[in-house]
């Protein structure tokens, strides 16, 4: 079974900065994409930043430049930096990894989701 921890969140002000973290456990051949996503109240969840098992990036046109999504693929951990954060990126951000637990065998998981206030 694969679990994902995720880590970071909290409450800060405007301009301010804040580091997610998520680290992927349990029976794992390999992680090919991770992610993040955000789901403020009311609204959709939404992709806000993917990483290939390559190191290749993509951004949602409303984070592009403020944040940065990194991984360290040694200790199955995903990263995301949030810099210049606003109040609309006020929401529940959750950490998504799909990959392989086996030859045959897929995963996709979600984290627990972590809160994300941006508030003065």
């Known amino acids: 079974q694969v679990q994902l921890v995720e880590s970071g969140g909290g409450l800060v002000q405007p301009g301010g900065s804040l580091r997610l973290s998520c680290a992927v456990s349990?029976?794992?051949?390999?992680?090919?994409?991770m992610g993040w996503y955000r789901q403020a109240p009311g609204k959709e969840r939404e992709l806000v930043a993917a990483?290939?098992?390559?190191?290749?990036?993509n951004y949602a046109d409303s984070v592009k430049g403020r944040f940065t999504i990194s991984r360290d693929n040694a200790k199955n951990t995903v990263y995301l930096q949030m810099n210049s954060l606003k109040p609309e990126d006020t929401a529940v951000y959750y950490c998504?990894?799909?990959?392989?637990?086996?030859?045959?065998?897929?995963?996709?998981?979600w984290g627990q989701g972590t809160q994300v206030t941006v508030s003065s």
């Open positions: 998504n990894a799909g990959g392989w637990a086996g030859p045959y065998s897929p995963f996709e998981g």
């Open positions: 349990g029976s794992i051949f390999s992680i090919d994409a």
């Open positions: 990483i290939t098992s390559g190191g290749v990036t």
